[in-house]
């Protein structure tokens, strides 16, 4: 889909663009992203996910913008994992309750 694959997660994630990418094909949304290459617009970006995140009721845990924009590789893991955790719960719920109405 002309999109750059992920060479290191803790590099590649920090402008918050290919986190919007991820939410945009989970959510099904369309989601601007800032282009620039400052931290300002990093920081926003990753904000704009973690707000997101938290619309979507994905619980995050001491996880903040900065700490995704300086690399940190622990609270990122931390990230990717709730987002996992979050729409697969929810897809497995959803297949239960078609289960149950049927």
């Given at each position: 889909?002309?999109?750059?694959p992920i060479?290191?997660?803790?590099?590649?994630?920090?402008?918050?663009?290919?986190?919007?990418d991820l939410?945009?094909?989970?959510?099904?949304?369309?989601?601007?992203?800032?282009?620039?290459?400052?931290?300002?617009?990093?920081?926003?970006?990753?904000?704009?996910?973690?707000?997101?995140?938290?619309?979507?009721?994905?619980?995050?845990?001491?996880?903040?913008?900065?700490?995704i924009v300086?690399?940190?590789?622990?609270?990122?893991?931390?990230?990717?994992?709730?987002?996992?955790?979050?729409?697969?719960?929810?897809?497995?719920?959803?297949?239960?309750?078609?289960?149950?109405?049927?």
């Amino acid at each position: 889909s002309g999109k750059v694959p992920i060479k290191d997660l803790f590099v590649d994630l920090k402008d918050g663009r290919k986190l919007l990418d991820l939410l945009e094909g989970l959510t099904g949304t369309s989601l601007p992203k800032e282009r620039g290459s400052t931290r300002v617009h990093s920081l926003n970006n990753v904000n704009r996910v973690l707000q997101i995140l938290h619309q979507n009721n994905v619980e995050l845990v001491n996880i903040g913008g900065t700490d995704i924009v300086d690399g940190n590789h622990k609270l990122t893991l931390g990230l990717i994992w709730s987002i996992i955790l979050h729409w697969q719960v929810k897809d497995v719920m959803k297949a239960i309750m078609s289960d149950l109405q049927q």
